[in-house]
């Protein structure tokens, strides 16, 4: 084998180890997040900005859940919210904080919420 | 005497370089007639060449030819896709994916404060969208669109007319959505269906540009030879819609920070207003997106454009398998794999 192959697996090798380590930092924010029941009501809250935080939510089964989506000087795709098993599409208003109800009998299993074009997500897992 | 020879030409693989070769050789002064042939990677030139042995004048016809990335042999030289370009071309495009995955580590966004927008906050979100995710998207095409061009021998008025088109589209379509107060919001499954395509152009030029694989020929989107010859010699008449079409096209192109700049467009409910956010908003894209483009058209030419095409092509194959599984998780197809 020749030198530049050489030096270009190794090259390669030390860059694909710095994407995993990348890929397994977790951003700021808190990683993972539990929703508040308030009179019969449980709330998810979620901010977006750059990505969605907590990025994990624990909740009840099986309860009425009202998430939350509160942005601040949100542009970027965060704002095109997207819920796949609730069929939900809406772009947020750049400021201010919008209500989303589940009734109970959607709020099962994992439900994932996504940016419209995929990269930034969250999920409310409903135990 | 005239005499007549046919030469091996090694760097051929389009019908513009068909062109290109014969024309260049017929300038050489004791050339009378040259004719290149694709299919064969030959070239037959036919002159007064003064009993110079075949090697001697193949030699010379190649500093004419050389650069423009062609070289004339005697000796067929065996197809050379090229792979040790992969040595350089594998490692750069890791680092260049590397590094786009870090900056959105970086948590651009969050330097974007304020709810209100304002000219400069506009300028400033373009400028963030284009190193951004959006960059996946737009960037990638561009890149797969222009160093496919380059690669093609497209000029800099092809790259100069996206440009044109883009800007300008993004002015009157930001203007008429800022009148008429409603915005060409697309629906999941249109933005879904439409990221697929996009991932599959990017994916089919991608491949194109490592130009190592004989099957992608069939997929390969060349101009055909009449096509090409108005582009070398650049009529004026053909060629200049394409470019401007595709510019203006961007402006649906399912971009994060474009589609809240559109939003933001048609609550100003004039159309000078919206007009101007949406120009300013392509203004901050600019200069990424012309290095790119413009980048690509000056490195086509240089003796190492094949480790460029290649780190190219690798890196708008990524960007593709990004952007269709990205659009396969919005769907609710699979799970989402990344998470910036």
Same mark, same amino acid.
């Given at each position: 084998?020749?030198?530049?192959?050489?030096?270009?697996?190794?090259?390669?090798?030390?860059?694909?180890?710095?994407?995993?380590?990348?890929?397994?930092?977790?951003?700021?924010?808190?990683?993972?997040?539990?929703?508040?029941?308030?009179?019969?009501?449980?709330?998810?809250?979620?901010?977006?900005?750059?990505?969605?935080?907590?990025?994990?939510?624990?909740?009840?089964?099986?309860?009425?859940?009202?998430?939350?989506?509160?942005?601040?000087?949100?542009?970027?795709?965060?704002?095109?919210?997207?819920?796949?098993?609730?069929?939900?599409?809406?772009?947020?208003?750049?400021?201010?904080?919008?209500?989303?109800?589940?009734?109970?009998?959607?709020?099962?299993?994992?439900?994932?919420?996504?940016?419209?074009? /995929?990269?930034?997500?969250?999920?409310?897992?409903?135990? | 005497m005239m005499k007549t020879y046919t030469f091996?030409?090694?760097?051929?693989?389009?019908?513009?370089?068909?062109?290109?070769?014969?024309?260049?050789?017929?300038?050489?002064?004791y050339v009378t007639n040259a004719?290149?042939?694709?299919?064969?990677?030959?070239?037959e030139v036919t002159g007064a060449f003064g009993g110079k042995a075949p090697?001697m004048i193949a030699?010379?016809?190649?500093?004419?030819?050389?650069?423009?990335?062609?070289?004339?042999?005697?000796?067929?030289?065996?197809?050379?896709?090229?792979?040790?370009?992969?040595?350089?071309?594998?490692?750069?495009?890791?680092?260049?994916?590397?590094?786009?995955?870090?900056?959105?580590?970086?948590?651009?966004?969050?330097?974007? @404060?304020?709810?209100?927008?304002?000219?400069?906050?506009?300028? /400033?979100?373009?400028?963030?969208?284009?190193?951004?995710?959006?960059?996946?998207? &737009?960037?990638?095409?561009?890149?797969?669109?222009?160093?496919?061009?380059?690669?093609?021998?497209? @000029?800099?008025?092809?790259?100069?007319?996206?440009?044109?088109?883009?800007?300008?589209?993004?002015?009157?379509?930001?203007?008429?959505?800022?009148?008429?107060?409603?915005?060409?919001?697309?629906?999941?499954?249109?933005?879904?269906?439409?990221?697929?395509? &996009?991932?599959?152009?990017?994916?089919?030029?991608?491949?194109?540009?490592?130009?190592?694989?004989?099957?992608?020929?069939?997929?390969?989107?060349?101009?055909?030879?009449?096509?090409?010859?108005?582009?070398?010699?650049?009529?004026?008449?053909?060629?200049?819609?394409?470019? &401007?079409?595709? /510019?203006?096209?961007?402006?649906?192109?399912?971009?994060?920070?474009?589609?809240?700049?559109?939003?933001?467009?048609?609550?100003?409910?004039?159309?000078?207003?919206?007009?101007?956010?949406?120009?300013?908003?392509?203004?901050?894209?600019?200069? &990424?997106?012309?290095?790119?483009?413009?980048?690509?058209?000056?490195?086509?030419?240089?003796?190492?454009?094949?480790?460029?095409?290649?780190?190219?092509?690798?890196?708008?194959?990524?960007?593709?398998?990004?952007?269709?599984?990205?659009?396969?998780? @919005?769907?609710?197809?699979?799970?989402?794999?990344?998470?910036?």
């Amino acid at each position: 084998m020749t030198k530049p192959i050489l030096i270009s697996i190794l090259v390669s090798v030390v860059l694909i180890g710095g994407a995993f380590w990348l890929a397994t930092q977790s951003s700021g924010g808190a990683a993972s997040g539990t929703a508040t029941i308030v009179d019969g009501i449980q709330y998810v809250d979620i901010s977006a900005k750059g990505g969605y935080s907590p990025r994990v939510v624990t909740a009840k089964a099986g309860v009425p859940t009202v998430l939350r989506m509160k942005t601040s000087g949100t542009f970027d795709c965060s704002a095109s919210l997207v819920i796949p098993k609730l069929s939900y599409q809406k772009f947020l208003q750049p400021s201010g904080t919008e209500e989303i109800s589940i009734p109970g009998e959607k709020a099962q299993g994992t439900m994932q919420g996504l940016c419209s074009m /995929g990269m930034y997500n969250f999920q409310i897992q409903f135990l | 005497m005239m005499k007549t020879y046919t030469f091996h030409v090694s760097g051929m693989h389009c019908n513009a370089c068909i062109l290109m070769t014969e024309s260049e050789l017929k300038d050489v002064p004791y050339v009378t007639n040259a004719k290149s042939s694709l299919s064969t990677n030959s070239v037959e030139v036919t002159g007064a060449f003064g009993g110079k042995a075949p090697e001697m004048i193949a030699e010379e016809l190649t500093k004419v030819l050389r650069p423009h990335g062609y070289t004339l042999s005697v000796e067929r030289i065996e197809k050379n896709a090229g792979w040790g370009d992969f040595a350089y071309a594998i490692p750069i495009a890791l680092a260049f994916i590397l590094g786009f995955a870090a900056l959105q580590k970086a948590g651009l966004t969050s330097l974007v @404060t304020g709810s209100s927008v304002n000219y400069g906050t506009a300028f /400033g979100l373009g400028l963030i969208a284009s190193v951004s995710s959006c960059l996946a998207i &737009v960037g990638g095409l561009v890149l797969s669109l222009s160093a496919s061009s380059a690669k093609e021998g497209g @000029t800099w008025r092809t790259q100069s007319l996206f440009h044109v088109g883009r800007l300008a589209g993004f002015f009157v379509l930001g203007g008429v959505i800022g009148l008429i107060g409603s915005s060409f919001h697309i629906g999941i499954t249109a933005n879904v269906v439409l990221g697929i395509i &996009v991932a599959a152009v990017m994916f089919i030029l991608g491949v194109n540009l490592l130009d190592v694989f004989h099957f992608t020929k069939r997929l390969q989107l060349t101009m055909p030879a009449w096509a090409s010859r108005h582009v070398v010699r650049g009529s004026k008449h053909d060629h200049y819609l394409a470019p &401007v079409l595709v /510019g203006i096209g961007t402006f649906f192109l399912p971009c994060g920070f474009t589609q809240s700049m559109q939003l933001y467009a048609l609550t100003t409910g004039s159309f000078m207003q919206g007009a101007m956010t949406m120009f300013v908003f392509a203004l901050g894209t600019f200069p &990424v997106l012309a290095l790119l483009s413009f980048g690509s058209l000056n490195i086509a030419h240089k003796p190492w454009k094949g480790i460029f095409f290649k780190t190219a092509g690798i890196i708008v194959i990524a960007l593709a398998l990004f952007n269709l599984l990205n659009a396969l998780a @919005t769907a609710g197809i699979i799970n989402p794999l990344f998470s910036i």
